[in-house]
């Protein structure tokens, strides 16, 4: 879930509602999620009125993300290219 929401913050800046419909999950469990990522510095947050927008927290972090899905995509194709004669 957490790599999830790492991803879609990797293509800018999103508040909860619009990750809620880029990630299948309910609005609670997002929120828990980008509580810990928070903490633990991955991501950053900035209030506008009564909504908080998430972003990637450093260039770091960006990087990883990046790196993680794109094994992960390569793993996918691999496996759905994979066939079993």
């Not at 790492?6 to 469990?29: F, H």
């Not at 997002?30 to 510095?41: F, V």
Request: glycine letters at 8%.
């Amino acid at each position: 879930m957490r790599l999830r929401i790492v991803s879609a913050l990797c293509t800018g800046e999103k508040n909860v509602s619009e990750l809620r419909s880029l990630i299948d999950a309910a609005q609670p469990n997002i929120s828990q999620h980008l509580t810990m990522l928070y903490r633990s510095g991955v991501v950053a947050k900035r209030r506008n009125g009564a909504q908080v927008f998430y972003r990637i927290g450093d260039e770091f972090s960006g990087l990883v993300c990046r790196a993680v899905c794109s094994q992960l995509a390569a793993e996918a194709r691999d496996a759905d290219g994979l066939s079993i004669d």
